[in-house]
């Protein structure tokens, strides 16, 4: 399934409870084990179809989302817990594959690469208690597989970057009595983002 968009605004801050606020997302990458999670300094995702700036704001840009084939069939799908909520995808701004070249020429780029599970809100939070929430492992990592061609006419400089294409999920999470508010972000696909110079 092939989706175009165009590129919009960088998210630096992820809703944390609806209706309640907002509050700056802290995304950690995904350890093994039961270790406690740790908070790392603010990664930042986007919504296919918005504006944002940068490298990925190139002057007609297009974004194309490509989901792994299996991301789509309801086997895929993890089961549904008690207060989770999916709030669809977004892309990481992390490039993981790129490639370019002088026209008139047919950029070719293939990503196959595993991708951890990203954090936001799961300071002190077990990573045990985060994947019963949320009903799939978070300490695994996930492959993310995916092609673009690109037709690059002559006299152009043609470029394509990629970027993780992740489903995001917010859970209730019980914790000492509490419940905290945390939000998930599977790897599931490839974000591909071409342009001309």
């Keep these: ?22 509050s700056s997302a802290s995304p950690a990458a ?21 504006k944002i700036p940068g490298n990925l704001s190139k002057p007609g840009a297009k974004l194309i989302v490509k989901p792994n084939a299996a991301a789509r069939s309801l086997s895929a799908a993890p089961p549904q817990t008690l207060g989770r909520v999916d709030l669809g995808e977004s892309c990481s701004t992390e490039v993981i594959s790129k490639t370019s070249g002088q026209g008139k020429t047919t950029l070719v780029l293939s990503v196959s690469k595993e991708r951890a599970v990203q954090l936001s809100g ?7 208690w985060i994947t019963v929430s949320v009903g799939f492992s978070v300490t695994n990592t996930y492959k993310v597989t995916n092609e673009t061609r690109y037709e690059v006419p002559k006299g152009k400089y043609g470029t394509v970057e990629a970027y993780t294409l992740l489903e995001h999920y917010r859970v209730q999470v019980p914790w000492h009595g ?4 945390v939000d998930v972000y599977k790897p599931i696909g490839v974000c591909f983002n071409q342009w001309l110079d």
Excluded: C, H, N, Y
Aim: no cysteine; aromatic share 6%.
């Design 30 to 50: 995904a350890q093994s084990g039961t270790d406690i999670a740790t908070t790392s300094p603010v990664t930042k995702f986007f919504e296919p179809g918005t």
């Design 1 to 22: 399934m092939k989706r175009t968009a165009k590129i919009g605004t960088l998210i630096g801050a992820v809703v944390m409870s609806v209706g309640l606020g907002v």
């Design 122 to 128: 799961d300071a002190g939070i077990s990573k045990g």
């Design 178 to 181: 509490f419940t905290r508010m």
